[in-house]
């Protein structure tokens, strides 16, 4: 089984760098490659904030849909706050959502379906501001909207827990692998010139061909494998490791 990639596009809103959103939209368009979007409907979150809101932004999110983007939500207001919670993937320390009340998370979630349903937008699937929720925020999904896939996870191909459809996001660059299903996280508002260039060279060179979308998927309800297993187990060691090195380096520079 050869390896096949998913694209995914993070931090859509209407405060995002066009232009940047533009280079990544040709080129796709330009291969016929249909990406997951996560959007965020209310951007409250200053890192964000990289121009003026545009007035035509959710025309732009609509075009999207129409041509087969699958449009993923990315939570609420995109503001995290610092959480000890037990998340369902430990990235970092923060979450939009992690920590809170149920009743709380499920107020953000019929929010953020509320905007998307005002602007004539269904997202599909949920993406986690940061990668960071518990196992109420998947509640407060599945009690308050229709949304059946979560695009996060580690695993090597696409598995069914907690009555939700997971497409694994294990990867922030394309990378060789053999087999399996692979997520690629990218961030169009903080990309540079030269980093665009250079995914746009390895993607046409070597990875096209092997570019999926999700509407191509045939999601089955399977639990995750020994090889999913053992890959998590080698995933979250290395996280740690690099962590740690980080931290380490942080010291000297500050010492």
Not at 56 to 82: E, I
Not at 232 to 246: C, G, N, P, Y
């Amino acid at each position: 089984m050869t390896a096949t990639y998913l694209l995914r596009l993070d931090d859509a809103c209407p405060t995002m760098d066009a232009r940047k959103w533009k280079m990544f939209e040709d080129l796709f368009d330009s291969f016929g490659i249909k990406p997951l979007v996560a959007v965020v409907p209310d951007n409250c979150d200053p890192e964000l904030q990289c121009a003026p809101p545009d007035p035509l932004f959710w025309d732009k999110v609509r075009a999207w849909q129409g041509k087969g983007w699958t449009v993923a939500m990315h939570g609420y207001q995109h503001c995290m706050h610092p959480t000890k919670s037990k998340l369902v993937l430990p990235f970092y320390e923060r979450s939009e959502f992690a920590g809170l009340p149920y009743e709380s998370q499920a107020e953000k979630i019929r929010k953020s379906w509320r905007l998307f349903a005002e602007n004539g937008v269904e997202p599909t699937a949920w993406i986690a501001p940061a990668h960071c929720f518990d196992r109420l925020t998947l509640t407060a999904i599945r009690n308050e909207t229709p949304i059946r896939i979560v695009s996060d996870g580690i695993a090597r191909d696409q598995y069914f827990e907690d009555r939700f459809f997971w497409l694994p996001q294990q990867l922030w660059s394309l990378a060789e692998k053999s087999s399996g299903l692979w997520t690629v996280c990218l961030h169009p508002n903080t990309i540079t010139e030269d980093q665009f260039v250079a995914f746009r060279t390895v993607l046409e060179e070597r990875y096209v061909s092997k570019v999926t979308s999700v509407d191509k998927l045939v999601l089955h309800k399977r639990s995750k494998s020994l090889a999913d297993r053992a890959y998590e187990v080698f995933f979250w060691q290395r996280h740690r490791a690099f962590k740690l090195i980080r931290q380490v380096r942080s010291s000297f520079r500050s010492a």
